[in-house]
């Protein structure tokens, strides 16, 4: 029984495969499209229809979801007349990539909705899978009762650039706390501590940073930047300790050498009274 709009999905990836499911499993006539057909047999035998071509999955249905490997993948598939289809694109790419295609889309007839999935395939149909779109409001408002279907969604703004630009920028905060973990496990691990006994630390220190972030959020909107919890000068002492051992330790000294780094250029541009976020200003810089 299909009960609700319908949805025509291009790319069965991993995550291509599991919107689709999760479109199925809200009850949604699903038709599928992938350059590689066996990867759509698991969907079509949970009632999906396969089609022959990008386009005759375009004209199956009013809501097309797109998941390939780049824009250059979506241009080529999108390479016919879109009218009045709605095209939401949830492949990675840039901003001005997003906000290029969204005006090829418009021009081709059809409408535009950029997206990024904040979430691991297995997640994808459940609360905890977080969607993030840019583009059109009452676009957005239109077809979020389908959208729902695969996760908790976010309106991040009518820029279609927008979506993309907080995954870049959420990508680099998950790079960069994941690289953290890496690096302070190849540190313990000279002490024979494995990465499952630091691991519960490790999680403190996490929850502690995330405690500081809604008043680091207001410093750096507000430029200011109270030493509240300490100064730079003090962060560079200990930074200076972290080189030192590691490099002792013959563990690899990139990471705190760069922190270091930057540091050290906020304190010489006269922030080394100042508290940490201060270094807001070095990453505003090219």
Request: hydrophobic share 45%; aromatic share 4%.
């Amino acid at each position: 029984m299909h009960t609700g709009t319908p949805v025509a999905v291009l790319g069965l990836g991993l995550m291509g495969s599991a919107l689709a499911g999760a479109f199925l499993r809200a009850g949604h006539q699903t038709t599928v499209w992938n350059r590689t057909t066996t990867k759509a047999d698991d969907l079509v035998a949970r009632g999906a229809t396969l089609a022959e071509s990008p386009a005759a999955a375009i004209a199956a249905a009013p809501l097309v979801v797109v998941c390939v490997s780049d824009y250059d993948a979506v241009t080529a598939i999108l390479d016919g007349a879109l009218d009045g289809r709605v095209v939401v694109n949830l492949t990675s790419g840039t901003p001005s990539r997003a906000r290029a295609l969204a005006e090829e889309v418009v021009r081709r007839g059809g409408s535009y909705l950029d997206g990024g999935v904040m979430a691991v395939p297995e997640a994808i149909g459940t609360a905890d899978a977080v969607l993030a779109y840019s583009g059109p409001r009452p676009l957005y408002d239109a077809h979020e009762s389908t959208l729902r279907g695969l996760g908790t969604g976010l309106h991040l703004g009518d820029d279609p650039g927008l979506a993309a630009t907080h995954e870049m920028a959420t990508l680099v905060l998950m790079w960069g706390m994941l690289d953290g973990f890496l690096n302070g496990a190849a540190i313990v691990g000279t002490a024979g501590v494995s990465a499952t006994a630091y691991l519960s630390i490790a999680r403190r220190a996490i929850d502690t940073v995330a405690g500081w972030l809604p008043d680091y959020a207001r410093q750096a909107d507000n430029g200011s930047y109270p030493a509240d919890d300490g100064t730079i000068d003090t962060h560079l002492a200990a930074m200076a300790h972290v080189v030192e051992e590691s490099e002792s330790l013959g563990v690899n000294t990139e990471l705190p050498r760069l922190v270091k780094a930057l540091a050290e250029r906020a304190a010489n541009a006269g922030h080394g009274g100042s508290g940490y976020v201060a270094l807001m200003e070095q990453f505003r810089k090219p």
